[in-house]
């Protein structure tokens, strides 16, 4: 007993030593480790790593089905997994690791995974690769041996798991630059001071040795803060919200200095608040400033992240200084400018109408004075193509959708801001990372051989891919329609692109997501295969296409246009309140791409090609924005479906084929075609297979629960109020949906391309949300039998 119980004291000797981990000046806690063991059965396997992890100080779970070890796993979320690959009769323990299980979720990212594997014997020794391939990290030979056990556990811990510890706290580590201007201090979850910076020591005076391992509540506190102000902080970070004002600290030497604050807490593993870090900027000490920071104070900024498109605008005009510059004779000659306006001859096609109608009505009898008197009343308003909805009551779900979905909501009714901000890159595994087309993992190539059907499941290959299906899918159309030759770049370009663009897109949204993005990208694809559509479009058209579909939501916030300009929040501010989002899509996909040669696909392109191409991307962005809707489809049907099916029943004989390209080949018709194309395919879900628009149903829905949510919180109004989660009918809210905005656009749109696969789906689903909606139910699916 004595070896034994030595060892033992050694080991907590050196696990006390390491549960502070040091980045730098930085001091980390790491929790006791967790090890999850999967063994159907107890032997002397499983017992030597219960031993094991008993000996080293660590939590273990044990289970014996690949349910109950999954169902462990998304609630321990266990460092290290160990699972027992000797006997298959009882599970598939690849299957279980696979990215179908195990590895389908994202806890799973940081955590090592073991396969305890049969002795080799005499034979040859077997190859790890597919264990890797299925998503294990090591191997380890049977021993039941609990020292052996025990040594396995201790390197896992020294080896992989404190290198995915390290990369868990780079968020914090990369937030805190030694070198920066302000002042940046990170403290732990429980305000325990890990790190400040050379700045910090200078403003305030302090030395590092003498904050670190300090709880902020034992720093001295400045008497000019109002007397709640802490209480506020708190409240908003405690959250998981960022929070910004003024503040005015405690210098060493007793001194007050007021600073702008901004506080972002950092999640870490578990989603829980692991860090808050604390970027501080002095202000002037002027009466200005503390208007201001008495104004902050009342009411607190609240952010979601740092803010995007801040400190913008580097000066002001004084109006009034310039306007009493203004002599009487520049006066003169704006009124001279405004008689020369009047008098141009320049008139809009609607101008010309209503003149036309105005002389028309000289001569005519009353009735028709009258009628016409209504044609210019209607020919007056600025909602031409939007049809006219009845009272609220008579259709809630209908009103709710389109004055969330076509309208740029109501001004801000209350002091709250809601700020969006940058978005961190993502890393991309390389693990993950196609190198070429020939590179893509089996189980990837696999999700997507057939993507050229329609029926073609693009939740599949977001579980194959780890939700990263964009860069995979493009890769494969792209090459389908040769976008890398005629761009003039290299297939490296491309991947570099499109691994930018996913990036982008936020993970965290259920519904706007590169997922989504891909789904678009697949029906694009589809659609340009369309044998009237090849011949409407030119390359360059469906260039343009493909890429619009991939950028068409980069950066989406998972909130509507409405919620943003409600919500005063800066990209509304910044594109005045029209198509904010839309514009903030193509605007930033094209400032991703051209800010770095390794994934600027345009960078060989000829200048005025570029820009046609680029005109065209944004135009088709721009058209996915809901408010003129209605207005793309009846240009559609008047200019192009119209004329079409006059030719077919005037049956111009052998002169209809040119008649035919004559109204598809104008560049007006075209620019209607590549709108309509790719608004079909941003709303195509009740199109697809019935499981699939049931599961985008769920997501869609789950984010507006998310905005009505937010919206409470905030004091904002209400946008989509059928769309509280706790009353909401998510069958009453397709089929409106369907009503209003899908069933006409895609008759329009299978008049055209020919889509009777596409209306055999939209037909079932209606039906099945139908059916639901008739028993009473407000779920995804009815109740199991």
């Known amino acids: 007993l004595e070896p034994n119980s030595q060892r033992t004291v050694e080991t907590s000797q050196m696990k006390a030593a390491v549960t502070e981990v040091q980045f730098g000046p930085m001091r980390v806690h790491q929790d006791q480790l967790q090890v999850l063991l999967v063994f159907a059965k107890e032997d002397s396997q499983s017992n030597g790593f219960c031993w094991a992890c008993e000996k080293a100080g660590f939590r273990c779970n044990v289970a014996r089905t690949p349910e109950s070890a999954l169902e462990s796993f998304l609630d321990k979320h266990h460092e290290i997994i160990i699972i027992d690959h000797r006997h298959s009769r009882y599970f598939d323990a690849e299957a279980l690791c696979s990215l179908r299980s195990i590895r389908a979720t994202n806890p799973s990212e940081n955590s090592v995974i073991v396969a305890v594997a049969r002795k080799p014997g005499d034979r040859e020794e077997a190859s790890v690769m597919p264990l890797i391939s299925a998503g294990f990290t090591r191997r380890y030979i049977e021993n039941p041996n609990i020292m052996a056990c025990y040594n396995e556990l201790i390197q896992l811990e020294f080896g992989e798991v404190r290198s995915q510890f390290k990369l868990r706290a780079c968020n914090s580590l990369f937030t805190a630059l030694e070198q920066s201007q302000e002042v940046i201090e990170i403290t732990s979850e429980d305000h325990v001071i890990q790190y400040v910076n050379p700045a910090f020591e200078s403003i305030t005076g302090y030395r590092q040795r003498e904050v670190i391992g300090k709880d902020l509540t034992e720093m001295p506190k400045s008497d000019k803060n109002k007397p709640d102000l802490l209480d506020t902080i708190n409240y908003y970070i405690k959250k998981g919200k960022e929070w910004q004002g003024i503040y005015y600290a405690k210098k060493k030497n007793g001194d007050s200095v007021q600073q702008s604050v901004k506080i972002t807490p950092v999640i870490g593993q578990g989603g829980k608040i692991r860090h808050y870090v604390s970027i501080k900027r002095l202000c002037n000490e002027n009466n200005k400033a503390e208007k201001a920071n008495e104004r902050v104070q009342a009411e607190p900024q609240i952010d979601t992240q740092s803010s995007k498109h801040k400190d913008r605008r580097k000066g002001s005009l004084d109006v009034r200084s310039t306007t009493s510059r203004a002599s009487d004779g520049s006066s003169q000659r704006r009124h001279s400018s405004m008689a020369r306006i009047h008098s141009m001859t320049i008139e809009a096609p609607i101008t010309k109408v209503i003149n036309i109608i105005n002389a028309a009505q000289e001569s005519s ?11 210019l009343e209607i020919l007056r308003t600025t909602e031409l193509y939007s049809p006219q909805l009845g009272t609220k009551d008579e259709d809630p779900h209908t009103s709710d959708l389109v004055g969330g979905l076509m309208t740029d909501g109501l001004r801000r009714l209350s002091g709250n801001e809601y700020i969006f901000a940058t978005k961190q890159s993502h890393h991309v595994p390389s ?10 993992p089996p189980r990837v190539a696999e999700a997507m051989k057939n993507e050229e059907s329609w029926d073609f499941s693009i939740l599949e290959l977001e579980t194959a891919t780890h939700k990263r299906p964009l860069t995979f899918l493009g890769l494969k159309i792209f090459a389908q329609f040769r976008v890398c030759g005629f761009l003039n770049c290299s297939e490296s370009t491309l991947r570099s692109w499109l691994q930018v663009i996913e990036a982008n897109y936020h993970s965290s949204n259920s519904y706007h997501n590169s997922t989504h993005s891909a789904d678009v990208l697949h029906a694009t694809a589809y659609f340009l295969s ?10 360059i058209d469906e260039v343009a296409a493909l890429i619009a579909a991939t950028i068409h939501d980069v950066d989406h916030p998972g909130r509507t246009n409405s919620f943003l300009c409600n919500a005063g929040s800066e990209l509304a501010v910044l594109y005045n309140d029209i198509a904010v989002l839309e514009s903030h899509h193509a605007a930033l996909a094209f400032q991703l791409t051209i800010r770095d040669d390794k994934c600027n696909i345009f960078k060989n392109m000829e200048r005025t090609e570029y820009r046609t191409l680029r005109q065209a991307i944004i135009d088709m962005v721009l058209a996915t924005e809901m408010t003129k809707h209605f207005e793309h489809v009846n240009k559609f049907v008047n200019s192009i479906n119209k004329p079409l099916a006059a030719l077919e029943e005037n049956g111009s004989g052998n002169g209809e084929e040119e008649s035919v390209n004559n109204i598809l080949n104008t560049p007006e018709n075209r620019i209607l075609v590549k709108r309509m194309l790719i608004k079909c395919a941003d709303v195509s ?63 329009a749109w299978d008049v055209f391309a020919d889509l009777p696969n596409l209306m055999q789906h939209l037909d079932n689903n209606f039906k099945y949300w139908k059916g639901l909606d008739d028993r009473n139910l407000r779920t995804l699916r009815p109740p199991p039998e």
Not at 530 to 539: A, G, H, N, P, T
Not at 733 to 747: A, N, P
């Open 530 to 539: 369309k044998e009237r559509v090849k011949q409407s479009l030119d390359q």
């Open 365 to 375: 009898p009353i009735p028709v004075v009258e009628a016409l008197d209504r044609v």
């Open 685 to 747: 879900n009740p199109c697809r297979p019935l499981e699939q628009c049931i599961e985008w149903a769920g997501r869609i829905s789950e984010e507006y629960f998310a905005q009505t949510d937010e919206e409470k919180k905030q004091g904002l109004p209400v946008v989509m109020p059928v769309f509280d989660r706790n009353t909401c009918s998510i069958p009453k809210s397709q089929i409106s949906f369907i009503d209003y905005f899908i069933t006409d656009m895609f008759d």
């Open 431 to 440: 693990h993950l990372t196609p190198i070429s087309l020939s590179d893509i």
